[in-house]
């Protein structure tokens, strides 16, 4: 088995909202991910990504033009490897906390952004179908998933 037989395809659909920081209170209590992440390419329907967190590392592909549901094509690759592409064809890296929060059967993804992107705050929803309904906790503000200014592939421009 070489390093590509675990490329993984997804229908990514996901929301996103911005998040009143006054209420997540709770965030002191889950140990973040560290991300890093930079991209190789992207268009306006089109983008890869390097992204190292923690320990590992995963180029992705993402493709089409509706924020809320995207293809998806990841693979992990070896750590060196994806810190040498960075470092070889990235001119920015966003840098990132991501805290994960359990909701039921669902899971909020909540990015704390350092760097020059330091006290923009944005949760993240990923569901199994575009109708699934869940609830929004108190914690979330204005939602931002068609803005594609909130886009990662576009923060980096901020970056």
């Not at 952004?113 to 923009?120: A, D, Q, T, V």
């Not at 993240?124 to 309904?133: H, K, R, S, W």
Request: with cysteine; hydrophobic share 40%; proline share 4%.
């Amino acid at each position: 088995m070489n390093k590509f037989d675990k490329i993984e395809k997804l229908k990514e659909i996901e929301r996103k909202f911005k998040v009143n920081v006054t209420l997540m209170h709770f965030i002191e209590e889950i140990v973040p991910k560290n991300i890093m992440q930079a991209y190789v390419f992207k268009t306006s329907n089109l983008s890869t990504r390097i992204r190292l967190l923690d320990n590992k590392a995963f180029l992705t592909i993402k493709g089409g033009s509706n924020p809320l549901c995207r293809d998806e094509f990841e693979f992990e690759i070896p750590v060196d490897e994806g810190t040498e592409m960075m470092n070889l064809f990235c001119d920015k890296i966003l840098i990132k906390k991501r805290y994960l929060l359990q909701q039921d059967d669902l899971y909020w993804e909540i990015d704390v952004f350092g760097g020059k992107l330091e006290g923009l705050i944005l949760a993240e929803i990923e569901l199994p179908e575009i109708n699934t309904a869940f609830i929004l906790p108190e914690w979330i503000g204005e939602e931002v998933t068609e803005n594609p200014a909130y886009l990662n592939v576009n923060l980096i421009d901020r970056c």
